[in-house]
């Protein structure tokens, strides 16, 4: 059973940052891949950002590519979105999710999980307004 843990949510105004943490704990060894994911009302759930926590190779999606960075700390079992120049379309509930890494190809953001991703956080509120 892995759990995951998200922290870092809230409120900004367009052009401010925020930094999400995903704090993993239980039978996590194995979860070589972590991502995030978000869900705006109304719409789909869409992968953000991932990264193979073994080489740390890093996707993201179109929409946020140059403003937002996910990097881990291998030693917390943590991961963090770095989320900069918000705009008022990136308000959505935040999810942190992790597998076993795919490692086939073609690469590309959400490929890392090879398919719906098994754990899943409780997710964090990012809220952006204009």
């Known amino acids: 059973q892995v759990q995951l843990a998200e922290s870092g949510g809230g409120s900004v105004q367009s052009g401010g940052s925020l930094r999400l943490s995903c704090a993993a704990s239980g039978y996590s060894y194995n979860r070589n891949c972590m991502g995030w994911f978000r869900q705006a009302p109304g719409k789909e759930r869409e992968p953000v950002a991932d990264i193979y926590t073994i080489g740390g190779d890093t996707y993201y999606a179109d929409s946020v590519k140059g403003r937002f960075s996910i990097t881990q700390d291998s030693a917390k079992n943590t991961i963090y979105l770095q989320m900069n120049s918000l705009k008022p379309e990136d308000t959505a509930m935040y999810y942190c999710?992790?597998?076993?890494?795919?490692?086939?190809?073609?690469?590309?953001?959400?490929?890392?999980?090879?398919?719906?991703?098994?754990?899943w956080g409780q997710g964090t509120q990012v809220t952006v307004s204009s």
């Open positions: 999710a992790a597998d076993r890494a795919w490692f086939g190809v073609p690469r590309g953001i959400g490929s890392c999980f090879g398919g719906s991703p098994s754990d």
